[in-house]
């Protein structure tokens, strides 16, 4: 990828197989935009889409997007449909020959295209600088709501700055980080008036010093909704994971007032997976971003209101209100309530790694921390497909990727295509019957002590990153007292809480609890939270959808 100096100016972004092709198309743009536009070439799709995130990151906006419809690996339109999720404001071009008018047309209700150009396009005055004026005219003027780019000073081996990274990336807040011992770094400390010692420190887009801040402060000031606009709801859906976004878009488009609420940022763990191949319609895969993203943007799209950085702690029933209470000690009632609150990664319980997580010790994918694990020995703990998905990512860099797992193989939780993956991909190792023993290190992992379960050997090995990925936890102890959960802490639901026939203790109406409604009437449970769930996107998005429909016929009952 080669680009012009300036970063300041808005980006027109180009992408085409073939060398020629592309710096022609470059060479012509740049004649004519290249004084007030900064003009970027690809010469394949992974390495434009590299290119896109790059600039997000930066928090740079681009403009115009065009693409050759016939490259290999990554057609224009498979290109297209992903750079969507990066800058859905872009306007975008597909350059193709007559032979593939069809094809571009087509595109125009897939990938909601804005215009297709035939090669060549000579003379460019005629055939293709009349058309990227008119783009530019039209996005200069829609809402694509450039943001800044905040700026983070912290600790490289800090466990709140990597969360306050990990927060920002999730929410996909562009971001800029500076470790506090670096001249930049030094020098936003001083103009924020500070000696380093209180980290993070984040300055947002307008110049705002936030010192230590929590997520809740982060989320208000970057311009991520924190508060309801109303009291009361017809549907209000906590947590904001596969189950969760399912319930919103499907609640939202069918008429309810509904809101989300989420306590860190939208996708659950699913929103943390590098890849998911397993996913229908996604041939090729989807990152957990991504489709986080589209489905964040179609709930909003609906009207429904998501809510990030905002911690429930109580379910109080009133008659037919469902009230809701916040951390802050503020609520909000609604009609009806779905719990899609998904689990959380159970810590792993070995001397050592209390202190070092956040410090080369992630429960999770923690992506953030992906770059900094190049050249290094990366270990991870788990046998399902969370685990495999992050060893596929991570191993693009890393010097050496080796898999825990306390059982004999990967085949009893983990999909057949992750394993074929991995038994194909050179440096990773599967290590069974292997368990952490302890960790070691000052400001951060530097080894590890292994244990065989069978013979009890122990063996020690140098590790700078350890990614855990063992069980999951339901995050369901506030609902103690009012919804029935079992021995574990998953909510029970519909048939499960009653075996014998009977309705569950306290239920007063006529009619038995529906497949998804808990032991109070009115609150359903759709996802990973709920007991005996599958445990994959797929069906938690599916119970998300029927939720919904319950909500509806409790409703009209009611």
Known sequence: MTQAASPARTVILTVDDDPGVSRAVARDLRRRYGEEHRIVRAESGDAALDALRELKLRGDQVA????????????????????????PGARRVLLTAYADTNAAIDAINVIDLDHYLLKPWDPPEEKLYPVVDDLLDAWRVSDYKPVGSCKVVGHRWSARSSG???FLARNQVPYRWYASDTAEGERLLKAAGQDG????????????????????????HVGLATTPTSEFYDLVVIGGGPAGLGSAVYGASEGLRTVLVERSA????????????NYLGFPDGVSGAQLTDRARRQAAKFGAEILTAREVTGLEVTGASRTIRFSDGSSISSHAVILATGVSYRQLDAPGLHDLTGCGVFYGSALTEAA???????????????????????ARGAKSV???VRGPSLAASMSHYLIEQIDNAPNITVRPGTVVESAHGGDHLEQLTLRDVESGHT????????????????????????????SR????????MTPDGQPPRGWELDRPPYHLETNVPGVFVAGDARAESAKRVASAVGEGAMAVMLVHRYLEQS
């Open 64 to 87: 115009v997007i065009l693409a050759d419809y016939r490259m290999p690996q990554m057609d224009g339109i498979e290109f297209l449909e992903q750079a969507i999720d990066v800058y």
């Open 164 to 166: 306050v990274r990990e």
């Open 197 to 220: 010692q209180r980290l993070p420190l984040v300055i947002t887009p307008d110049g705002t010093p936030l010192v230590e801040p929590d997520d809740h402060d982060i989320a208000a």
């Open 266 to 277: 939208t996708g659950g763990q699913a929103g943390q997976s590098s890849r998911i191949e």
């Open 372 to 394: 900094a694990c190049q050249g290094h020995d990366v270990y991870i703990v788990g046998g399902a497909n969370s685990a495999g998905q992050a060893a596929m990512y991570l």
């Open 402 to 404: 080796t898999i825990l």
């Open 459 to 486: 063996e020690l090995v140098d590790a700078q990153w350890l990614f855990v990925f063992i069980g999951a936890a339901p995050l369901t102890g506030w609902l103690d007292g009012t919804v029935l959960r079992d």
């Open 489 to 496: 802490g998953f909510i029970m639901a519909g048939p499960d």
